[in-house]
């Protein structure tokens, strides 16, 4: 959605309400290809103080995601609260508002922005997963599996020989 700024900061529209969905094309973040399921709904207003532009949001969609710990998608809900402030003026002193050089603000573009801002570094489909076997890759969370899983530093492995070979 472009919204035209003159009409906003002219006077003769102090605001303008924003009520719009769109779908969000899959992205690439941190190696991983994140989708979108249905739409993004994106509402809230423009309104203007002087020549400060304030774009206040609520955004909600549903991104499809890989988690790093098991390796299955899971779906992460966004439900976030917007607050950007943007200005035409060049000279402003206001170090809150982008500068903005065209007439017209892209809303998507900055929705985008603040969504991508909001995902976890870390992406994990519940905070207790217990992620994959190192040693034959079952999936933890749904199997056991009978590896034997010795906690051992990798650093001391080779000190692991020197005990065993002991004679008494």
């Known amino acids: 959605m472009k919204v035209q700024i003159s009409d906003i900061v002219s ?19 941190e190696g991983d290809t994140i989708k979108s399921l249905g739409f993004c709904e994106v509402v809230g207003a423009i309104s203007s103080d002087s020549d400060i532009l304030v ?3 609520k955004i909600k969609a549903d991104l499809e995601m890989i988690c790093s710990r098991c390796l299955d998608t899971f779906i992460y809900p966004i ?5 950007e402030r943007f200005t035409t003026n060049r000279n402003s ?3 809150e508002a982008i500068v903005v050089m065209d007439d017209v603000l892209n ?22 997963c217990k992620g994959l076997c190192q040693e034959c890759g079952c999936n933890l969370n749904y199997d056991s599996c009978s590896c034997q899983k010795e906690d051992v530093d ?6 692991r020989g020197l005990f ?4 008494v």
Do not use: M
């Open 79 to 83: 439900d976030i609260d917007i607050e």
């Open 11 to 29: 006077g003769k529209d102090r605001g303008k309400k924003i009520d719009y969905t769109f779908e969000i094309p899959a992205f690439d973040f």
């Open 55 to 57: 774009l206040n949001a």
């Open 93 to 95: 002193e206001n170090d």
């Open 164 to 167: 065993d070979n002991k004679e």
């Open 154 to 159: 990798i650093r001391f492995e080779a000190l």
């Open 107 to 128: 809303i998507t573009e900055i929705v985008e922005t603040s969504i991508i801002s909001t995902l976890p570094i870390k992406r994990v489909c519940k905070n207790d």
